[in-house]
């Protein structure tokens, strides 16, 4: 009977320390979850801010383009009445 007791005991040890070591392991696992959400969301915004920086500079190019063509078709406005 004693055995039987001790066993019992060595069993439900076992359980608790397994049981302990579980929870302790889906702490770590969710705040690596957690973690990872965060660096994920950091680098999209990071993306995010590059797209719209190449798309500011691409519209300051096209307006810098079509300043220079106006520019230029002006210039020839007045170099064709020079000839005429």
């Given at each position: 009977?004693?055995?039987?007791?001790?066993?019992?005991i060595?069993?439900?040890?076992?359980?608790?320390?397994t049981?302990?070591?579980?929870?302790?392991?889906?702490?770590f696992?969710?705040?690596l979850?957690?973690?990872?959400?965060?660096?994920?969301g950091?680098?999209?915004?990071?993306?995010?801010?590059?797209?719209?920086?190449?798309?500011?500079a691409?519209?300051v190019?096209?307006?810098?383009?079509?300043?220079?063509?106006?520019?230029?078709?002006s210039s020839?406005?007045?170099?064709?009445?020079?000839?005429?």
């Amino acid at each position: 009977m004693n055995s039987m007791m001790t066993s019992m005991i060595d069993a439900s040890a076992n359980l608790g320390a397994t049981r302990s070591r579980i929870a302790s392991n889906t702490e770590f696992l969710q705040d690596l979850q957690d973690i990872t959400e965060i660096g994920i969301g950091r680098l999209v915004d990071a993306d995010m801010e590059e797209d719209s920086a190449r798309l500011s500079a691409q519209k300051v190019q096209q307006q810098l383009q079509t300043i220079g063509l106006n520019i230029a078709n002006s210039s020839m406005g007045a170099s064709l009445k020079l000839f005429a």
